[in-house]
């Protein structure tokens, strides 16, 4: 059964956080979530349509954020 939870969360990840990019993992009543993200802002999406989806589980957010800068200047192509 935890395979249906964590490919019921991972839909739900793509549906309502367009995050395809998680690792979901269930272990007993612990959701793990593995993963980068751009922003704070994304990781607690991630963990909050992860936990719409596992009701009555405990959700372990491992998720990291990783910004995504500007570039510095223009790339010249030769």
């Not at 839909?11 to 979530?33: M, S, Y």
């Amino acid at each position: 059964m935890p395979e249906y939870l964590s490919a019921h969360i991972q839909e739900r990840l793509a549906a309502q956080a367009h995050e395809l990019g998680i690792r979901v993992d269930v272990r007993g009543d612990v959701v793990h979530l593995r993963g980068e993200v751009v922003s704070e802002e994304r990781r607690r999406e991630v963990e909050e349509a992860a936990r719409a989806a596992a009701e009555g589980h405990r959700i372990c957010n491992e998720v990291s954020v990783v910004p995504v800068g500007e570039p510095d200047g223009e790339e010249r192509l030769s």
